[in-house]
Structures are given as C-alpha cells and as structure tokens.
C-alpha cells in the first residue's frame, strides 16, 4: 500500500509490534520441577541486568518526564519517511518516534512527548543515520539515543537495547533504558 492509508497501517503495525514486545515476559521455571545439574560449559554467559532509568540531574531541578505517544498522536504529525524507529521501554512505548527516507540527505523527523506535549525534533543523515543511533535536537531539547548490545533476536527488524538520553536547555539530563527497533 501506498500514500496515507499504508503510512498510517505501517505506523499501527510498528505500535502493535513494540506493544507485543513490551507485554512478553519469559515463563517462569516450575517451582515444584526437579533442579537439574547444568554443566558450567553449557550455561549460557550471565546478562548483567538492565540498570534502571537515572532520575533527572542538573538543570532547575524539576523532573523531566517522558509519557508515551498514541497512536492518534503519532498520526496526526503526519512525519514524513518511508521507514521508522520507535524507543520503548518496558512500561511506555513509545517514548520516541522517528520517520526518514532511506539514503536521504534529508534529516529525519520525530516526535517525543514531555508531560502532555507533543514535541518535534529532527536529525541529520536520514533513515540511515537512525540505525545506528543518533542525536535528534528540537526546541529547547536534545534527545540521543545510543544502542547498548547487539540485536535481540533475527527477523528483520529485531529490537536493539539501547538508551535515551533527555538533555534539557536549562542543563538537565535523564537517561532512559529500553529498545530501538527500526523498520517499514
């Protein structure tokens, strides 16, 4: 599909795709099942847990605070790109949405929501430039989003751990931890 109505389907499929993947959690163990011995060559390498989002420092001491974006609101900006990205995280998603053009010397546009706005910002490079992490800048913010391990999973957009940095003009700063996830 094409124009207006795949746009809006692609960004409702990307929605349903990070919702899906934030509400899987894996099965837990049987509690009741007999502990089998695991040799040490065949346990896999400990994951050092997921360090919690930082609280706001710097600036005028008030709480930068990130709400999630609705569809409706991801839809009525109207971002133009073939191809997006969306930060989430285990409790929002998304935080952050970006459209771009492949190969595009065009910069890709986004939209972040702080407390109840809506805010636009933009990087240079395009699509491109997004899947690898990049520094989006709008009024006033800064918001950089830098992958932190490689891809979870194959497919064709698996979702990437990564964090998103809030840096404030007034000098405040909030790191957030969750997952990039690029695609159509």
């Known amino acids: 599909m094409t124009g207006h109505r795949g746009r809006h389907i ?6 349903a795709v990070l919702a899906l993947g934030a509400c899987s959690k894996e099965e837990a163990a049987d509690p009741a099942a007999p ?3 695991t040799p040490v060559a065949a346990a896999p390498a400990p994951q050092a847990p997921a360090a919690p989002d930082s609280p706001t420092v710097g600036g005028d001491g008030s709480e930068i605070q990130l709400s999630q974006l609705s569809a409706d609101e991801i839809e ?3 971002l133009p790109g073939e191809l997006g990205c969306a930060f989430s995280t285990d409790t929002a998603s998304p935080l952050l949405v970006i459209k ?3 190969a595009a010397k065009e910069p890709s546009q986004g939209l972040v929501k702080v407390g109840d706005y809506v805010e636009r910002v933009a990087a240079p490079g395009g699509f491109n430039a997004a ?3 990049a520094t989006y800048s709008g009024a006033g ?4 989003i830098t992958l932190t391990a490689p ?3 194959g497919g064709e957009s698996p979702p990437i751990p990564a964090t998103l940095t809030y840096d404030r003009a007034d000098g405040a700063s909030r790191t957030f931890v969750g997952r990039w996830e690029c695609g159509p």
């Open 10 to 15: 692609s960004w409702i499929a990307l929605a």
């Open 35 to 37: 502990a089998t011995p």
């Open 76 to 78: 009525a900006a109207k």
């Open 100 to 102: 771009g053009n492949v």
């Open 131 to 133: 899947l690898k992490g």
């Open 141 to 144: 913010k800064t918001v950089r």
């Open 151 to 153: 891809a979870e999973g």
